[in-house]
């Protein structure tokens, strides 16, 4: 299989703090996505990192990638219980225009 | 906005029973994905298709077969439903490169 790893499986914190989920994944790729799932629902688009980037942000999430180590963290600051949702990372691999998806973290913020 | 709608939210069937999945995506979209998720597996691939009329195996494409006579819809068929098809079903598009958007899923069961 091709699919990504995330850590932790599961993240518990208080509103406020910081969550931060890894993604560990294993061919070359073109671009990594980090997707948001709410409960019984699709998936919804977060944010898109390319191969030659290193970090972006976009509002309270920041994103980084590791080419070398083939991993990427996705970091939501000052979490709200709204955010409470999986978390999964998906990577675009240069060899074709797929997607593959890791098995997700689930986070739930305390209010 | 991007839409990608499936034609059922929930569906119940018997097993043996010709199953039919449709999804139909209005941004002009070239590939279009079929996946299936469950507890601790993830999203798994089973087809995609990148022009229309095209179709590749994803990871578990056993008992399932796909159609895709337009761009804007992506067809699953289960041809004879079993148990262990029971799941969360979920389609989404995209450009040859990019983000994924995804429908609300079909939660199907097989009884």
């Known amino acids: 299989s091709q699919q990504g790893e995330e850590d932790p499986q599961a993240l518990s914190i208080q509103e406020g703090e910081n969550a931060t989920m890894n993604c560990s994944y294993k061919t070359s790729i073109n671009n990594l996505q980090w997707y948001r799932q709410n409960s019984g629902r699709g998936l919804v688009h977060l944010i898109l990192?390319?191969?030659?980037?290193r970090e972006k942000h976009s509002g309270r999430l920041r994103v980084t990638l590791d080419t070398s180590k083939k991993s990427s963290s996705l970091l939501i600051t000052a979490s709200r219980a709204a955010d409470t949702a999986s978390y999964f990372c998906?990577?675009?691999?240069?060899?074709?225009?797929?997607?593959?998806f890791g098995t997700g973290t689930s986070l739930t913020v305390i209010p | 906005d991007v839409k990608v709608t499936q034609s059922s939210r929930y569906l119940v069937k018997r097993t043996g029973e010709k199953v039919f999945l449709e999804c139909v995506q209005d941004?002009?979209?070239?590939?279009m994905f079929w996946y299936r998720q469950d507890p601790g597996l993830g999203l798994r691939l089973i087809y995609f298709s990148y022009d229309v009329k095209m179709k590749e195996k994803g990871d578990i494409p056993e008992g399932y077969s796909v159609s895709r006579e337009k761009k804007e819809r992506f067809s699953l068929i289960l041809e004879s439903a079993s148990t262990n098809q029971t799941s969360m079903y979920l389609c989404?598009?995209?450009?040859?490169?990019?983000?994924?958007?995804f429908g609300q899923g079909t939660r199907l069961t097989v009884v």
């Open positions: 998906a990577t675009e691999p240069n060899t074709g225009n797929q997607f593959y």
């Open positions: 990192i390319r191969s030659n980037e």
């Open positions: 941004m002009d979209h070239e590939n």
């Open positions: 989404a598009s995209s450009f040859l490169t990019g983000a994924a958007f």
